[in-house]
């Protein structure tokens, strides 16, 4: 199936109340497991490539995009492609350059001005080039290389009225905020501020994003979606997936040395993964043929 857009999944879903879900790839079997589970589930899905990613590729974005395109191009789910956490300028070229329309330009490390500036001028130069821009206010935390941010933290979590200028002078499309979520965490006991994602929803013209949601429950994902979030993110809990597969694999199998049997199971359990948050982010009970959602969280 072709490469559909990240905001024409996006778009209908902010207009009839639901979500859609993005899935962080960092190998091909990441990549090979989310059109996998969005196949299973019946529903389109985005991959999305970070920055650390990239940077895990040799700092070459490329590969890995020509990689998780032809995964999408083959599959039969309806599956958009979308770089996320870009920092430099410089990565934001290459995201055009390697035909990726969508991108989440992340200046949240910075004051409000100058996250501003930058997010304004990422945003000119992608609407220019056809690009759908998603950017960050409040500091969600836990990102690869930053010191550690509880969500509860004073200062820390979006303010509506704040929200509502930033998306006025920036121009953004999208914007993910900080409601109680942070990103890498490995057991789902996090609890959001439907409240505040209410008020969000009510002050910002433009969808929200929640990022950090692999420690979000199940229960919590959807009262989200129903208080207004439209693109939830998911990263680590296929990592976590992936990485208890290959572990148990071997622990049975000390003598392996071929990776594929390994990497089959690792794949696999990262596919239950996507199948079972795609149905629970986009509010499905149960898959087309009746079965009900499966698989590990």
Do not use: C
């Amino acid at each position: 199936m072709p490469l559909v857009s990240t905001a024409d999944l996006v778009a209908p879903a902010r207009a009839a109340g639901r979500a859609v879900a993005a899935f962080n790839v960092i190998t091909l079997e990441h990549a090979e497991a989310v059109a996998a589970g969005a196949e299973r589930a019946g529903r389109p899905a985005v991959l999305q490539i970070s920055e650390n990613a990239v940077r895990f590729h040799g700092g070459d974005l490329s590969g890995v995009a020509a990689a998780a395109s032809a995964v999408a191009r083959a599959s039969r789910a309806a599956l958009a492609l979308h770089l996320d956490h870009v920092v430099t300028p410089e990565l934001l070229h290459a995201a055009h350059a390697a035909g990726i329309d969508s991108v989440m330009v992340d200046a949240s490390r910075l004051g409000y001005g100058d996250n501003v500036k930058a997010t304004a001028e990422a945003v000119r130069w992608g609407h220019a080039r056809g690009m759908w821009v998603e950017a960050e206010l409040g500091r969600v935390g836990g990102k690869a290389g930053e010191p550690p941010l509880d969500a509860h933290t004073p200062g820390v979590r979006t303010d509506p009225a704040e929200a509502a200028a930033y998306v006025a002078e920036t121009g953004v499309d999208a914007l993910a905020v900080a409601v109680g979520s942070t990103h890498a965490m490995t057991e789902r006991t996090a609890t959001l501020d439907h409240a505040l994602i209410s008020a969000l929803r009510t002050a910002v013209p433009v969808p929200l994003v929640l990022h950090g949601s692999s420690g979000v429950p199940d229960a919590e994902l959807r009262a989200a979606v129903r208080a207004g979030m439209t693109k939830v993110n998911v990263g680590t809990a296929l990592n976590t997936a992936y990485t208890t597969a290959l572990r148990s694999h071997l622990a049975q199998h000390p003598a392996a040395v071929d990776p594929r049997p390994y990497l089959t199971g690792a794949r696999e359990a990262m596919a239950q993964t996507v199948a079972h948050f795609l149905l629970v982010i986009t509010g499905g009970p149960d898959r087309p043929d009746g079965t009900g959602a499966t698989g590990t969280t």
